[in-house]
T-cell receptor, first 113, second 115 residues
Framework: EAGVTQFPSHSVIEKGQTVTLRCDPI?????LYWYRRVMGKEIKFLLH????????ESGMPNNRFLAERTGGTYSTLKVQPAELEDSGVYFC???????????FGPGTRLTVL | GENVEQHPSTLSVQEGDSAVIKCTYS??????FPWYKQELGKGPQLIID?????GEKKDQRIAVTLNKTAKHFSLHITETQPEDSAVYFC??????????????FGSGTRLLVRP
């Protein structure tokens, strides 16, 4: 069974530019989560999809962040326009049921200059 | 708000010794406590978890204990090996209907096992 994949693995952009991160969950996993780790701090929750619906987006920092999961398969997280404080590692995780183990992808390291 | 504190931030042990990492949580509704290991260049990987209906769980050299009254849980690694070197994260989650089952993470512990 293939794990959670994320693309790209690294992204370096300038302040004000737009970046789109992609996550492909494990096949059959209805639950998809986005998390972020900034500057060696704790990993923080951003939002949770159940299939294509946003179950909880309480962790999204502001309206510069837009997450989508069209068709309930892969998900994208767009940052527009990017700010310096958006730098960090963005993780995606998926689970079959909400109470099941969350499997994490390798992350996308975003650097905003 | 919901918070998980993790200590220590770094831990260096001699190969063969034990390592203990401790976490406390604030949300009394938390009932699921996973531990993740993150190696360089990889995402966090679950190594053990415990639910609130048990006080201890063991899997070979790894064990986790939970004290719900005190709201703290700990990871114990015995007979440490160099390949145990990594960053370890504790987390807590609640199955309340309004919680989304999101994981609240501690800040991580960098474990170094010296050969």
């Amino acid at each position: 069974e293939a794990g959670v994949t994320q693309f790209p693995s690294h992204s370096v952009i300038e302040k004000g530019q737009t970046v789109t991160l992609r996550c492909d969950p494990i096949s059959g996993h209805d639950n998809l989560y986005w998390y972020r780790r900034v500057m060696g701090k704790e990993i923080k929750f951003l939002l949770h999809f159940v299939k294509e619906s946003k179950q909880d987006e309480s962790g999204m920092p502001n309206n510069r962040f837009l997450a989508e999961r069209t068709g309930g398969t892969y998900s994208t997280l767009k940052v527009q326009p990017a700010e310096l404080e958006d730098s960090g590692v963005y993780f995606c995780a998926s689970s079959r049921q909400v109470l099941d183990e969350q499997f994490f992808g390798p992350g996308t390291r975003l650097t905003v200059l | 708000g919901e918070n998980v504190e993790q200590h220590p931030s770094t831990l260096s042990v001699q190969e063969g010794d034990s390592a203990v990492i401790k976490c406390t949580y604030s949300d009394s509704a938390s009932n699921y406590f996973p531990w993740y290991k993150q190696e360089l260049g990889k995402g966090p990987q679950l190594i053990i978890d415990i639910r609130s209906n048990v006080g201890e769980k063991k899997d070979q050299r790894i064990a986790v204990t939970l004290n719900k009254t005190a709201k703290h849980f700990s990871l114990h690694i015995t007979e440490t090996q160099p390949e145990d070197s990594a960053v370890y994260f504790c987390a807590a989650s609640s199955s309340r209907m309004d919680s989304s089952y999101k994981l609240i993470f501690g800040s991580g512990t960098r474990l170094l096992v010296r050969p």
